[in-house]
T-cell receptor, first 118, second 112 residues
Framework: DTGVSQDPRHKITKRGQNVTFRCDPI?????LYWYRQTLGQGPEFLTY????????KSRLLSNRFSAERPKGSFSTLEIQRTEQGDSAMYLC????????????????FGNGTRLTVT | QKEVEQNSGPLSVPEGAIASLNCTYS??????FFWYRQYSGKSPELIMS????GDKEDGRFTAQLNKASQYVSLLIRDSQPSDSATYLC????????????FGTGTLLAVQP
């Protein structure tokens, strides 16, 4: 088990460009989450998938953001027409989920993708 | 009111002392609680999970949960300079959602 993998680690882009990030979760985990984190703040929820279904999306997420998990394995997060305010660390996390369990499992995070929009 | 509240710190303790980190949450139906450690520039790393009232110990770490008071804490015994990091408290919001909600984190500085 190699853990959650994110690519790229760093991305510098000019305002107005589109960017796409990839996340490969832990193989046996059926839930995959995307978070965004800025300096001095905790991770902020963006969206999550259970297998290939996107079950929840933050209301704070503008329509410039889209995420996919086409085969229930890896996921991509795309930001269109980037703005300077999009500069942040984008974190992917995964967890197992069992409907028989009374409790939710913790999330396991990847190393993140640091986005800088100039 | 924030869903998960933490004192941002910094909390400064001398090496070898006990560090006490506190967190309150607003959703009474929350069931699962987690503490993550985050070093500067790195991603969060899970250090403790707690689901039931009382204490849970793992090495130098003890998590404490009081659901009646909606309070969860983390004690770090024999603090080391390597424990210097931001500690994030997190809980799943109750109901139909499955979002893990984080506090803003408490910065701990252990002085050698």
């Amino acid at each position: 088990d190699t853990g959650v993998s994110q690519d790229p680690r760093h991305k510098i882009t000019k305002r107005g460009q589109n960017v796409t990030f990839r996340c490969d979760p832990i193989s046996e985990h059926n839930r995959l989450y995307w978070y965004r984190q800025t300096l001095g703040q905790g991770p902020e929820f963006l969206t999550y998938f259970q297998n290939e279904a996107q079950l929840e999306k933050s209301r704070l997420l503008s329509n410039r953001f889209s995420a996919e998990r086409p085969k229930g394995s890896f996921s991509t997060l795309e930001i269109q027409r980037t703005e300077q305010g999009d500069s942040a660390m984008y974190l992917c996390a995964s967890s197992p989920w069992d409907s028989r369990s009374s409790y939710n499992s913790p999330l396991h995070f990847g190393n993140g993708t640091r986005l800088t929009v100039t | 009111q924030k869903e998960v509240e933490q004192n941002s710190g910094p909390l400064s303790v001398p090496e070898g002392a006990i560090a006490s980190l506190n967190c309150t949450y607003s959703d009474r139906v929350s069931q699962s609680f987690f503490w993550y450690r985050q070093y500067s520039g790195k991603s969060p790393e899970l250090i403790m999970s707690i689901y039931s009232n009382g204490d849970k110990e793992d090495g130098r770490f003890t998590a404490q949960l009081n659901k009646a008071s909606q309070y969860v804490s983390l004690l770090i015994r024999d603090s080391q300079p390597s424990d210097s990091a931001t500690y994030l408290c997190a809980t799943y919001r109750g109901g139909a959602t499955n979002k893990l909600i984080f506090g803003t984190g408490t910065l701990l500085a252990v002085q050698p």
